[in-house]
């Protein structure tokens, strides 16, 4: 018996490695390629509720409504970004005209003082006249100018690297925003072939499992919709403080930027703070780097937290698969394993999968009574679009049923 136990381990524990080992391959290579895909479906889910809605309340055509919920989702992100950029190449403009009277006001002072203090060192220390000063300078001016000629060819190689990848980067979102508009327009067809090539012992347990992948993946956009809005907030009274005129404008552009990983805030915040420093608004400069920090010590604290309650999760567990995540699969990760974990976590509870031990229910019920969760003090925002969401899925059930039969 023991025997049998330490092969079954054996062979599971090889199982798990493989399994483990093939996800990896899959996210670092194969999904890279499918991303564009992987977003149309995302927000696919994200705008089916609302197409729906306007077919079945609103009498709607299902094209003229999925063109038009893509045409507005898209346009709007595309607006926020191109007014955010806008505003950065307005400062970039503003710092380049500028170069020239900061470099003779600041740096070429700077530059004739450090030379008078290191000509009366050299001086006091070498009273024999043994080291040439001009001779020293002029090395020092020939190592300066290697060095910024390396900076610019450096500078510039990054610059055309992302030039080159512009070209790949606009036809990406074509295929994005037009594999978003199919998939919304044909998702039920899409949905029941998938479903008719299934084994049929294998069907029911697959859309058992398709359905709470679906129901996890709405939790989860909907807690970063959440944690975009307190960013978009405080990054608007954050801009305001600082004396921006349009607040409300580049607080949304910067909010979506913030949600993607491995981007973050701090990438529009960071450049403007010190583009304004350098043109002189030292107050600005200081103020926007205090709202970034702020900003990233706040999404550190309420992303665990407001993830985990949503999706069903302990916020440590989240917190530990969103840095695992981020470890081993790089930014995809941070999204990919705590979907996961929940998928997982929502089977086990339903008794479809049995992965570990589980407490009994009145103990669970205790211990959520206990811990509370902000997602449900925040679930009055979302609880209508929840309640469409099930109807959606109840009928789209129904619908697969007649299409099976």
Request: include cysteine.
């Amino acid at each position: 018996m023991n025997i049998e136990k330490q092969k079954r381990f054996i062979i599971n524990f090889f199982y798990f490695v493989i399994l483990f080992g093939l996800s990896i391959l899959i996210v670092r290579f194969a999904l890279p390629a499918l991303f564009p895909f992987a977003i149309a479906l995302l927000v696919t889910l994200l705008l089916r509720p609302l197409v729906r809605l306007c077919v079945e309340k609103l009498h709607f055509n299902r094209k003229a409504a999925s063109a038009l919920f893509v045409v507005l989702f898209y346009g709007t992100i595309g607006l926020l970004v191109v007014l955010l950029v806008i505003k950065l190449i307005g400062y970039i403009g503003i710092f380049i005209a500028r170069l020239p009277e900061f470099f003779n006001q600041t740096v070429t002072p700077a530059l004739n003082a450090a030379t008078s203090k290191l000509s009366e060192l050299i001086e006091n220390f070498d009273a024999h006249g043994t080291v040439d000063i001009d001779e020293t300078a002029a090395k020092v001016i020939s190592s300066l100018s290697t060095a910024i000629s390396d900076f610019s060819g450096k500078a510039l190689a990054f610059v055309g690297s992302y030039a080159t990848s512009v070209p790949s980067l606009l036809l990406n979102i074509v295929i994005t925003i037009i594999s978003t508009v199919f998939m919304l327009m044909d998702y039920d067809s899409i949905k029941a072939f998938i479903v008719r090539q299934l084994p049929d012992e294998k069907r029911r347990f697959i859309a058992s499992v398709a359905e709470h992948l679906g129901k996890v993946i709405w939790k989860y956009l909907t807690s970063y919709l959440i944690i975009m809005l307190i960013t978009f907030a405080e990054l608007a009274l954050g801009l305001f403080c600082v004396g921006e005129k349009n607040p409300f404008g580049l607080a949304a552009g910067i909010a979506v930027f913030d949600i993607l990983p491995v981007v973050g805030s701090g990438t529009v915040l960071v450049p403007w703070a010190v583009i304004s420093m350098l043109t002189g608004n030292v107050g600005r400069g200081v103020g926007l780097i205090i709202v970034w920090g702020i900003i990233s010590v706040i999404r550190q604290i309420i992303e665990p937290k407001i993830v985990g309650d949503t999706v069903g999760m302990h916020p440590l567990l989240t917190l530990f698969a969103m840095l695992f995540g981020n470890f081993v699969y790089g930014g995809l990760g941070i999204f990919l394993v705590p979907i996961t974990i929940a998928l997982c976590q929502n089977l086990q509870e339903q008794g479809i999968i049995h992965l570990y031990k589980t407490a009994p229910a009145d103990e669970r019920a205790a211990e959520t009574a206990e811990t509370g969760g902000i997602a449900e003090k925040l679930r009055g925002l979302i609880g209508r679009l929840g309640k469409k969401k099930n109807k959606t899925d109840k009928n789209d059930k129904n619908g697969d049923g007649g299409n099976a039969s």
